[in-house]
């Protein structure tokens, strides 16, 4: 390619409006632009790396056995209605009416669609175990677009869904996943780490997630010196020994006193109305619909809030389990169904709760208990009588907190989320009906595993962990171009003209994908731009150096040129 004919839209300055460095270096290496919050373009050169992203992970999903398909971004209404998901969504799934006054909406995410496909394709188990995947655009109305691609709205993602028989089945491919997932972010060049995830409410189900290591990272992960024991740092604080969970050896700026609290306490220190904690807690309970994700529940719940980042149910000791009916109404003379503690995270910090008392209601209040006991949990929704609760733990989790295998200490890393891996088990399947028949010749509920990767995010999270101050670093597998070919001043010499033409042929040849930067440009401006848009190598031509037979070569991260034979070029870089 000549830049001539393949135009760098590079700009010189910073863009105001980008916080990290890889929407900043995107912007000016003229990789994306935008068009409104959120919502980017891909601009040639962009889209060069997004492909190649794409491609990679495609020839590793098809090498894993995955059958490539493609869905559609517009959703009908009715399956998020048979999901139970539309109204559990909350304002990230974008809805709208057609014509005929049906609900549609842009899709988040494809669980719905896919198992609608397959509950009507797949009719025995000697289809399975199957493993559909897409590469897709996905709409989510986030409620704080930033970063360009990486928190975006609309973004490309790579989504895959398998079906199984049973567990063991799914298990396989789960691990299956997990390794594809590791052999694609190798290839990427990418310093990755696959890291357990938390699970939400479903108690015995899976999930890890993949992530980039940057210091701008949203997420916080922890892993041990010593072991393969790695977490996103939410679950490793619920995992983590207790010796290390002592309140009083991890002063906290201003906490809530642990012990007996009240909800005025709670609010006060995460600075929240306490009308909306209360709310928060009542709306899940009264919506008994425990076996949905976390995240879901989260984005109900945060509806027009601001200031309340997160309330989680149930997490925060790992295991747990739902409460039989009986077990609930022996212990608290009602029947309502959740046990477990609370997580609510607030703008000022994480509080970990139960109530240390058994609060006889129904829809009005939380009540709980985990694996350990009945620990019976409590929220007065009645405001003037609020139930005390016995906040157990507020903390984070430290560098060198013992890990919770028990080997070594913990490090944390800040990281990128790129990929997540997820054993769903029923949820959707018997939700929506999916069933096949078995050997038996019975009807049996299909189990269900997702597996995501962002692939534009990836583009950024790339961009993040490598760049430097003239610009971004492309590991080889990612980089638009291998080869920057840059003659010095061709436009005044016919025969250097003569040589760079001959070396542009013969990269070409090679299979190298060089730009030939045949710009009538002075040689600093050249230089700049293509180290800005992170071309791995560089080769320079000029008359001076024609004299002695030489060219100049250069890789992006080297200190020093050096001078190679002309006729050595091609050789040195094949
Ligand atoms: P996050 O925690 O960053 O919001 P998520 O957990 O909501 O991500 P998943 O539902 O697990 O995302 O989706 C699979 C993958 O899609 C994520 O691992 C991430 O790489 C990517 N992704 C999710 N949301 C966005 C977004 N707004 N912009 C770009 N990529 C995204
Ligand atoms: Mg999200
Ligand atoms: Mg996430
Ligand atoms: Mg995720």
């Known amino acids: ?10 700009i010189k300055e910073t863009p105001a409006d980008a916080e990290v460095v890889s929407h900043k270096l995107m912007l000016r290496a003229g990789l994306i632009r935008k068009l409104a919050a959120g919502l980017y373009t891909w601009l040639p050169l962009g889209l060069r790396v997004l492909r190649k992203v794409e491609n990679i992970i495609r020839e590793e999903m098809d090498r894993s056995g995955a059958l490539e398909v ?5 959703q009908p209404g009715e399956l ?3 999901s139970g998901r539309w109204d559990m969504f909350g304002p990230e799934l974008c809805r709208f009416k057609d014509r005929h006054e049906r609900d549609f909406c842009l899709g988040p995410t494809h669980e719905e669609i896919i198992t609608d496909l397959v509950r009507s394709e797949i009719k025995s188990y000697k289809q399975l175990p199957v493993n559909y995947y897409q590469i897709q655009t996905k709409f989510r109305d986030e409620i704080r677009p930033r970063f360009g691609v990486m928190r975006a709205r609309e973004f490309l993602m790579k989504d895959a869904y398998s079906f199984h028989l049973n567990q063991e089945s799914l298990q396989e491919t789960y691990d299956r996943m997990y390794e594809t997932y590791s052999r694609i972010f190798k290839r990427l060049g990418l310093r990755f780490r696959a890291v357990l995830a ?5 108690g015995g189900s899976m999930s890890h997630e993949f992530h980039v290591l940057a210091e701008s990272g949203e997420d916080a992960i922890a892993f041990s010196d010593q072991s393969d024991y790695a977490a996103n740092v939410e679950l490793a604080e619920a995992l983590a020994p207790a010796e290390a969970r002592q309140p ?6 201003k906490v809530a006193t642990p012990g007996k609290t009240s909800i005025a306490e709670v609010a006060e220190f995460l600075n929240v109305p306490p009308e909306k904690i209360l709310k928060a807690i009542a709306v899940m309970i ?11 529940f989260c984005l109900l719940l945060l509806r027009g809030d601001h200031e309340l980042n997160e309330v989680k149910v149930g997490k925060i000791l790992g295991k747990f389990r739902f409460a039989t009916d009986d077990e609930i109404e022996q212990h608290m003379g009602c029947r309502a169904g959740y046990i477990g503690p609370i997580q609510i995270t607030g703008a000022k910090g994480v509080i970990n709760m139960v109530a240390d008392r058994a609060v006889p209601a129904m829809s009005d209040f939380v009540c709980g208990a985990n694996e350990k006991g009945f620990h019976l949990v409590g929220v007065n929704w009645d405001r003037d009588q609020p139930t005390p609760l016995h906040v157990h733990d507020i903390r984070k989790v430290q560098e060198g907190d013992p890990s919770p295998d028990g080997k070594g200490n913990l490090h944390i890393a800040r990281g990128i989320e790129v990929g997540h891996i997820f054993q769903l088990g029923t949820k959707y399947s018997e939700a929506m009906h999916a069933t096949v028949l078995n050997e038996e010749g019975k009807n049996q509920v299909l189990i269900m595993g997702c597996y995501g990767i962002g692939v534009s995010r990836v583009v950024a999270a790339a961009i993040e962990q490598n760049h430097d101050e003239r610009g971004i670093i492309w590991p080889e597998a990612l980089a638009p171009f291998q080869v920057a070919l840059t003659p010095i001043n061709m436009h005044t010499s016919e025969r250097l003209r003569e040589v760079a033409e001959h070396l542009y042929n013969a990269l070409l040849s090679e299979g190298i994908d060089v730009l030939f930067d045949d710009r009538k440009i002075r040689p600093g401006v050249m230089f700049a731009d293509l180290e800005l848009i992170g071309i791995p190598h560089r080769v320079v031509v000029s008359e001076r150096l024609l004299e002695s037979n030489q060219a100049e070569y250069k890789g992006r991260q080297d200190g020093e040129a050096i001078q190679i034979p002309l ?8």
């Open 567 to 574: 006729e050595e070029v091609v050789p040195f870089l094949r």
């Open 198 to 202: 938390d699970t939400g409410a479903i």
């Open 286 to 296: 009264a919506k008994r619909d425990l076996d949905r994700e976390w995240e879901e």
């Open 70 to 74: 493609l869905m559609p971004a517009v």
């Open 80 to 82: 998020w209605q048979e």
């Open 248 to 253: 009083a050896s991890r002063p906290m700026e």
């Open 1 to 10: 390619m000549r830049t001539s004919q393949f135009p760098l839209n590079t």
